[in-house]
Structures are given as structure tokens and as C-alpha cells.
Antibody, heavy 116, light 107 residues
């Protein structure tokens, strides 16, 4: 069974940092590109970041470029998102998702709340 | 960045209705396009990829069409479990971009 499980969410103050993780199982993690997507409360889906299967290529949305950094550890089948300088509008459910040319598997999401 | 304009933003329909949702891209994205369904409190689920191919396990009442800049999702006969929000997504260029979503609720 293909599974993605996010963790690391919580309540954080503006300007602080938080690191999200995504544990993958049930597929050859090292063969697939991975994404982060978020959804603010009552809002639509927003694509955030992509990392290629070997970690050599990454892309970011303008809204998080320079503040968020994606990484992966293929030996541990894990994807991470380091989020720095967090702002109120970063409050959202964060999903990791699998796929190079389209997304076919989503995690259940982890909630990040940025509030003082 | 490629803008995706989805319409309508919401619609009310009855079980058995035929429902059509449209997404327009701001530039030619060939068929690098998909549709996703999301129910409240749940993660999105893939319905269509490459504009017209069904993800595994998706009922055949769902279909996708289009290429270039105009895309359509059709539900041929709406079922109770289809009441949800639907999003389009272009994966032609980074940054990938979603449409604003279409909420389908019960008339």
C-alpha cells in the first residue's frame, strides 16, 4: 500500500521556523519526484515546492522562495520542508505528494498555525 | 507563471445530473493537466491526468477532455459521493498552478 505520512505541524510564532517531514512507504521512494502543497483555512490548493528523485532539482512557488527549503533522504524514504520566517498567511494544512509529471498519491496533511 | 481560470466557482446539482466544469490556461499547456477531487477535511484525490486519462479506481462516469488552453471535467451522472470540491492543475511549467476550485453541492 502506497502511503505518505506528514508530521511536524503545530503552532509557531511569526518569524520562527518549523520543519515538516513526510514518511513514504509502499513504493520505491528514490525513483519519484515529490511535492509539497498547502491549503489555507477555507482556501484552495497552492503548490509550493518540488524535489526531483535524486534531489538534484528543486522548484518553489514565489510565495515561499527564499524562506522554505525542500530536502529528501532517499535512504530513509523521507521528504522534508524547512520553513523559515513564518508569517500568518503560512497558516495551512501542508500535504506532501508523489509524482513527476502528475500527482497520484497524497498524504493526509499536517496543520501549521502561525500565531503569536 | 501560468494562470488557471476555473469555472464555475460553485454549482448546485441533483443526483443523476450531468455536470461540467471548465478550466482555462493562460498559455498552451498541451495536455499537461489534471483534475482532483477534495472532500471536506480530506486530502485531494486524483481523478484525471494527462487531460483525459482516469487515475486507477476512478469511476467511468468521470471524464476529461481538452488540450492546449481549454479543459473540461464531466461527471455523466452525479452520485451522492461526488459532492465535493474539484480543482484543476497544470504541470506544464513550474511553478505548477491550481485553479480556484469548483464546489459541487446538492440542489
Amino acid at each position: 500500500q502506497v502511503l505518505l505520512v506528514e508530521s511536524g505541524g503545530g503552532v509557531v510564532q511569526p518569524g520562527k521556523s518549523l520543519r515538516l517531514s513526510c514518511a513514504a512507504s509502499g513504493f520505491r521512494f528514490s525513483s519519484y519526484g515529490m511535492h509539497w502543497v498547502r491549503q489555507g483555512p477555507g482556501k484552495g490548493l497552492e503548490w509550493l515546492s518540488f524535489m526531483s528523485s535524486d534531489g538534484s532539482t528543486e522548484f518553489y512557488a514565489d510565495s515561499v522562495k527564499g524562506r522554505f527549503f525542500v530536502s529528501r533522504d532517499n535512504s530513509r524514504k523521507s521528504l522534508s520542508l524547512q520553513m523559515n520566517s513564518l508569517r500568518g498567511d503560512d497558516t495551512a494544512v501542508y500535504y506532501c505528494a508523489k509524482g513527476d509529471y502528475y500527482v497520484d498519491v497524497w498524504g493526509q496533511g499536517t496543520t501549521v498555525t502561525v500565531s503569536s | 507563471d501560468i494562470q488557471m481560470t476555473q469555472s464555475p466557482s460553485s454549482l448546485s446539482a441533483s443526483v443523476g445530473d450531468r455536470v461540467t466544469i471548465t478550466c482555462r490556461a493562460s498559455q498552451d499547456i498541451r495536455n499537461d493537466f489534471g483534475w482532483y477531487q477534495q472532500k471536506p477535511g480530506k486530502a485531494p484525490k486524483g481523478l484525471i491526468y494527462a487531460a483525459s486519462r482516469l487515475h486507477s479506481g476512478v469511476p467511468s462516469r468521470f471524464s476529461g477532455s481538452g488540450s492546449g488552453t481549454e479543459f473540461t471535467l464531466t461527471i455523466s451522472s452525479l452520485q451522492p459521493e461526488d459532492f465535493a470540491t474539484y480543482y484543476c492543475l497544470q504541470h506544464h511549467n513550474y511553478p505548477w498552478t491550481f485553479g480556484q476550485g469548483t464546489k459541487v453541492d446538492i440542489k
